[in-house]
């Protein structure tokens, strides 16, 4: 555990244990902060415990019935497992885009500024505009201007997942959390989301999972290594790659194992 | 060896079973298309004007009909035909059964007509004279008759119009009439002013009625004076008002376009019509609408409740012993016989809370019931009950089918459950609710049993929409084509004259269901379109 503390993080995890229907336990006491404004990577094994860590950044594990959390995560100073915690204020606050894309059944316009109506936005020219500023954020602008009203449903893959991360990006989130974004997609569409990502690293906080080293390699500042619900490494990236300093991280991602 | 393993890829690759379930989707189609086409065949040929045979028989008499169908006699020795002889009236039934062997010679004259009379079903015979009214008859052509034909009409069109002022008047007596009894419950004194200026109403509406109907008996007697007489095949006489006669035709005269033409009018009245002689003949105008009505009402009712219903099971109710035990229950509710909601709706609707709508609305009439006995209203929700598990089943169904990436999207975005449940799932659901709803209908449109004991009646008086305030009257009894059915099929006092009639009816409320379920299933494909992922 090198540098798992650093100065002012937007999101500290201090002993994070979350168990499943069952007591089955998938983290057993993570300890790891988020510097702003930057890119986190997770990476590590099948079933390590990547997702079940991000989906408790913005309380998504809720769903779940009979799970149990012990630990804290705080947000900007401010323990989201409190019990006066406003669940939607924290998932305006942290967005998510998910592993398969998931649009809605309307159209691109419509899918985009899904966030702000149902925060009770009326205003058709902040909906113009958070369209437009959105959608070129998310690189899709260009290829989708024209079709607004059209539905959703006919994008390609590619194109879906950044509609995705537009929608996301819509409500001015804090964090966005992305859980293996590129899984599904062609190496092309995963080159124009990663690209997006980069170019969203100035105005967000992006934390990624990630079952493909090159990509966290590519796209991240800093790369945390999970393994059987244990924090096994964190640093900035570029160490991490080139010189792990653990041998379970040095095995991962030489392809020895995983 | 070979051909073990040719048999053996047979039977791996499941060429049986192919053939089973393709063998197994035949005879379902085959018996749907079956039924289909006998309904059709013996509803659709029911208004054609067939031609009038003039049979001379062996022992010299005389008959004269339209020949239905012949089959072989009893012992096999020949063919024996059945005829629509008519003429209830002078031989005391339709029809007739002659064997082959004792005809001599068929003939089709053409100066032949056929009456469709208001009373005793048809006349066959000829035309020998006419009488004006004067009381001696004239010799007369087919169309004299004709023209006198219509002179009577459009008296007897002067007469409905007499006849419905009569019914606006009898309408506003009767609502003073219960006014003044609301007065006598309430105890209001006799003096009061109220009761003064009802009287006077009353009495207004008393003195006009009683014109009405003096000029109503008077023009009735004018219109019935026209008769005409008419020669039978046995050569009996008849004298026959004109009035009664509804329409008359000369069948073998008629050309083909002729008796298209007809054929399409009598379909016409079929659709506009009023029933006549215990709904045997006529239109079928009140039970189309009955139907139509009590289908539409319970939708209103079925559909929110097991929409609602559903969404709670779905989403809300959390998942344990409680909720499948009511999943079960609303499983198994959708397999009780109808007869038994039925019963349950006459006994709680109708002596529940009708009764208790009447005693604490309309106290002053009682024992007479105004809510307190069968309607529209109450068996509309009787068969609502009856259908809500279908809808609930399949609404539960659509929900489930939504896949979990679209709930957690909308949850990411900060949306709470009613908003994800409002704007995401329900329009995704959409298509299988459709379902549910069209499934639901087409179960309603086809109940009998229930309606039976919960409002509907042989011939209604009114419609259960008019133009009298509050111009829907759910609490009216009303017609239904299911049970027009079994009452002319079954209950009529002839039978084989109203045989036609009841494949008519079977044919058009297949119909119904047909146009309701084509528009219900256009919706739905509509919405299928715009939210793909339905999966119903």
Redesign the interface.
């Known amino acids: 555990m090198t540098t798992s503390r650093i100065e002012n993080p937007i999101i500290q995890v201090n002993d994070l244990k979350f168990y499943y229907p069952g007591n089955a336990r998938a983290l057993h006491g993570i300890d790891l902060s988020f510097p702003e404004k930057q890119v986190t990577a997770l990476i590590g094994p099948s079933g390590c415990g990547k997702s079940t860590l991000i989906r408790c950044f913005?309380r998504?594990n809720d769903?779940i019935?009979g799970c149990r959390i012990e630990g804290e995560v705080i947000l900007e100073g401010e323990s989201i497992y409190d019990q006066n915690t406003d669940i939607?204020?924290l998932?305006?606050k942290v967005?998510?885009v998910?592993q398969?894309s998931?649009?809605?059944?309307k159209s691109i316009y419509e899918n985009v500024i899904?966030?702000l109506?149902?925060?009770g936005e009326k205003d058709k020219k902040l909906f113009d505009e958070r369209v437009e500023t959105s959608l070129k954020a998310a690189a899709l602008w260009d290829e989708v201007k024209d079709r607004l009203q059209e539905?959703a449903?006919g994008l390609s893959g590619g194109q879906m997942q950044r509609l995705?991360i537009a929608?996301?990006i819509a409500?001015n989130p804090k964090v966005i959390l992305m859980d293996e974004p590129c899984s599904a997609l062609d190496p092309k569409s995963t080159a124009r989301v990663e690209e997006t990502i980069k170019e969203l690293r100035d105005d967000y906080t992006i934390i990624i999972v990630t079952h493909n080293m090159q990509q966290a390699a590519r796209v991240s500042d800093h790369t945390a290594f999970l393994f059987e619900g244990n924090l096994i490494e964190y640093g900035l990236t570029d160490q991490l790659f080139v010189k792990p300093q653990n041998q379970q991280t040095e095995d991962y991602i030489t392809g020895r194992f995983g | 060896m070979t051909k073990m393993k040719y048999m053996n890829r047979y039977w791996r690759v499941g060429e049986p079973m192919v053939w089973l379930s393709g063998a197994a989707l035949a005879v379902t189609l085959l018996t749907a298309i079956v039924l289909l086409a006998v309904i059709m065949m013996n509803g659709l040929g029911v208004f054609w004007p067939s031609e009038l045979q003039e049979l001379r028989l062996k022992d010299g008499s005389q008959v004269v009909g339209k020949l239905i169908r012949s089959e072989p006699t009893s012992d096999n020795s020949g063919l024996r035909r059945q005829y629509k002889i008519a003429n209830r009236d002078l031989y005391g039934l339709d029809f007739r059964w002659i064997d082959e062997d004792q005809i001599v010679s068929e003939q089709t004259p053409d100066q032949l007509l056929v009456l469709e009379r208001v009373e005793h079903g048809d006349f066959y015979g000829v035309l020998k004279g006419l009488d004006a009214g004067t009381g001696n008859a004239l010799s007369a052509t087919v169309d004299d008759l004709s023209e006198a034909l219509g002179m009577v009409e459009s008296e007897l069109g002067q007469l409905s119009e007499l006849e419905d002022k009569l019914k606006a008047a009898s309408y506003r007596i009767e609502q003073i009439r219960l006014k003044t009894l609301k007065l006598d419950f309430q105890n209001v004194a006799e003096n009061d002013p109220d009761r003064q200026k009802l009287n006077d109403e009353k009495q207004v509406f008393s003195q006009k009625f009683g014109n009405l109907v003096e000029l109503q008996t008077k023009r009735t007697e004018k219109a019935r004076q026209a008769r005409a007489i008419f020669v039978a095949a046995n050569g009996q006489e008849s004298e026959i008002v004109l009035a009664d006669i509804f329409q008359v035709y000369a069948p073998n005269q008629m050309s083909i376009s002729d008796k298209v033409v007809f054929y399409l009018k009598k379909l016409a009245e079929l659709f506009v019509g009023e029933p006549r002689e215990s709904n045997t003949e006529g239109g079928l105008f009140p039970a189309i609408f009955g139907t139509v009505m009590l289908i539409f009402v319970m939708s209103l009712f079925s559909f929110p409740l097991g929409v609602v219903a559903a969404i709670y099971l779905r989403e809300y109710a959390k998942d344990g012993i409680l909720v499948r035990i009511v999943r079960i229950a609303v499983n198994n509710l959708a397999g009780i016989p109808s007869i038994v909601y039925g019963i349950f709706g006459l006994g709680f609707f109708i002596y529940g809370i009708g009764h208790g709508i009447d005693s604490f609305f309309f106290p002053e009439r009682l024992p007479t019931p105004t809510f307190g006995t069968g309607g529209l209203l109450w068996a509309s929700l009787t068969l609502a009950l009856l259908t809500v598990p279908v809808v609930i089943v399949s609404t539960e169904e659509a929900l489930g089918a939504i896949p979990r990436e679209m709930r957690e999207g909308s949850y990411a975005l900060g949306s709470t459950k009613f908003q994800t449940l409002v704007r995401i799932l329900l329009p995704m659901a959409s298509p299988g609710i459709m379902t549910g709803l069209i499934l639901a209908m087409a179960r309603a449109a086809g109940e009998v049993a229930p309606l039976m004991i919960t409002g509907v009646v042989k011939l209604a008086p009114a419609l259960p929409i008019d133009g009298n305030f509050p111009f829907f009257h759910l609490d009216r009894k009303f017609m239904h084509l299911g049970f027009h059915i079994y009452d002319i099929g079954f209950q009529s006092p002839n039978v084989e004259a109203a045989k036609p009639m009841v494949f008519v009816t079977t044919l058009l409320l297949v119909l119904i269901v047909l146009i309701m379920s084509s528009v219900a299933i256009h919706l739905r494909n509509k919405m299928k379109k715009r939210y793909t992922f339905g999966t119903f």
């Open positions: 913005n998504m769903l019935d939607i204020e998932r305006r967005g998510m998910f398969k998931n649009p809605f059944p899904y966030g109506r149902i925060a539905s449903l995705c929608r996301a409500v």
